[in-house]
């Protein structure tokens, strides 16, 4: 077992000290830890290798062993990410508002950090960085608890990062792992509230669902991604196939692919033929309504029946299910009954109908005629994320900088009484 009593304590501490750091020195900590990940990518794509053959032996999926793999250009990645990172605005104490009171008080609130941030997280190593950097640039102290999948990529990453930080003689429980596999260290983790001020998991629906019912410490919900394209009577068939098959295939196993298709009715007998063999040609399965087998049989193809179950469901596999609807008004309904509030995408060069769809759907990102796989901290100009959030309250969407931050009122007096 894991003392992480201990570890908590070395984190808050951390923590304080965190916050005495200008953003040069935590630039030049994030530069350097860039360049010592490229340095050291032999050995962190070894250990990766370890966790690549237990993943196989275990018989995980095509798309999570995506997840999990590393290679050269993978870490030359996580090393871009380190420095985007550095090269943004430290959103440490600047100044939200400023007001003086009848009575002469002047009232200022400020961005200060959470302090410090939890991470549970099952077989993404490029998290580890991430979490690390966009926590370290906004002064917060993070402990990650990584899954058994990765132990050996995440073990080897992070013992980079902290060298890097005992060298710069900045604490290294800056950032502090959980090196463990028991389930047991995740729940007492998730108890952790006297030390962790936010706790963020990210990946299965059961791991998100776990820790928002188990934990003592508030969570934020980076949730599942069943995310639906909508190709509306008014679509461009072209610029549909193009989007889908990106959204669906350049990476099955992450979020922001596409899980499941909506077709309008009047465009379906020209659409979904094309649509249906540019999917085939890349190996997807389709499940579709009664009405999309009906059309596919007329198309010279058989496809499988969809169950309800299917448009509920996250495959991260090459599946994707598809509803044929009579209007955009049921393809808006559908999607808001079935989505996880991810990312949702209409094609459409209807003007009237697409910023209907912007305005109704219910989701943290909403796209019109581009690839739901743009959702990501990178892509959006963060350097980086800490998650993708479901949720409404305080963030939602990619969090970046400034959803690591929290708030504080500095008042100055005079001698005033009330």
């Given at each position: ?6 570890l ?12 005495k750091l200008?953003?040069n020195?935590?630039n030049?900590?994030?530069l ?16 990766n290798k370890?966790d690549?053959?237990n993943g196989?032996?275990?018989n995980?999926?095509?798309g999570?062993?995506d997840?999990?793999m590393?290679?050269e250009k993978r ?5 871009d990410?380190?420095r985007?990172?550095a090269?943004?605005?430290d959103?440490?104490?600047e100044?939200?508002?400023m007001?003086?009171?009848p ?10 950090p ?6 549970i997280?099952?077989?993404?190593p ?5 979490a690390?950097a ?11 608890k990584?899954?058994s ?5 995440n073990?080897a990453?992070?013992k980079?990062?902290r ?8 604490t ?9 596999t028991?389930r047991?260290d995740?729940?007492?983790f998730m108890k952790?509230?006297?030390y ?6 990210r990946g ?5 669902k ?5 934990s003592t ?7 599942t991604?069943?995310?639906h ?9 072209d ?5 889908i ?8 196993g992450v ?5 499941s298709?909506?077709i309008h009715?009047?465009i379906?007998?020209?659409?979904f ?11 997807v399965?389709v ?14 193809v ?8 299917d448009?509920y469901?996250?495959y991260?596999d ?6 044929i609807v009579?209007?955009i008004d049921?393809?808006?309904?559908h999607?808001n009954?079935?989505n996880t ?6 094609i ?7 910023q209907?769809?912007l305005?109704e759907?219910d989701?943290a ?7 739901t796989r743009f959702?990501?901290?990178n892509?959006f100009?963060?350097g ?8 409404k ?12 931050t ?13």
């Open positions: 077992m894991v003392d992480l009593i201990k908590g304590e070395n984190a808050k501490k951390a923590s304080f000290s965190l916050g200008s953003t020195e935590k030049e900590a994030l350097a830890v860039a360049d010592a990940l490229v340095a050291h990518s032999d050995e962190i794509i070894t250990a370890a690549m053959k196989k032996a275990n995980m999926s095509q999570i062993l997840r999990l590393l290679d870490i030359a990645d996580m090393a990410g380190l985007q990172v090269g943004l605005e959103p440490i104490g100044v939200l508002s007001s003086k009171r009575n002469g008080m002047i009232i200022g609130k400020r961005r200060v959470i302090g410090v941030i939890g991470i997280y099952e077989a993404r490029n998290v580890t960085s991430d690390f966009l926590c370290f640039k906004t002064s917060n102290a993070t402990i990650l990584g899954g999948d990765a132990i050996n990529s073990r990453i992070v980079v990062i060298e890097v930080l005992k060298e710069l003689d900045i290294e429980d800056a950032v502090s792992f959980i090196d463990s028991d047991e995740t729940k007492e952790l509230n006297k962790v001020d936010l706790l963020i998991p299965s629906a059961s791991l998100i776990a820790t928002v019912e188990n410490i508030p969570v934020i919900e980076t949730g991604g069943n995310c394209i909508y190709v509306d009577e008014y679509a461009d068939i610029k549909a196939v193009k989007i098959i990106n959204a669906k295939t350049q990476r099955i979020c922001n692919a596409c899980e298709l909506v009715k009047k379906m007998n020209k659409a033929p094309v649509i249906l063999n540019a999917l085939l040609d890349k190996d399965e499940r579709g309504d009664k009405q999309a087998v009906k059309a596919a049989y007329y198309a010279g058989k496809i499988k029946e969809a169950t309800e179950e448009f469901t996250e991260l090459y599946i994707i299910s598809v509803k009579e209007s049921e393809a808006i309904m999607i009954e079935h509030k991810h990312s949702e995408a209409i459409s060069e209807n003007y009237t109908n697409v209907k769809f305005d759907i989701a990102c909403v796209y019109a005629n581009a690839s959702t990501d901290g892509e100009g963060f980086a994320e800490i998650g993708i959030s479901t949720q309250i305080h963030a939602r969407g990619p969090m970046g900088l400034k959803e690591l929290s708030q504080k009122y500095i008042i100055y007096g005079d001698g005033q009484i009330r």
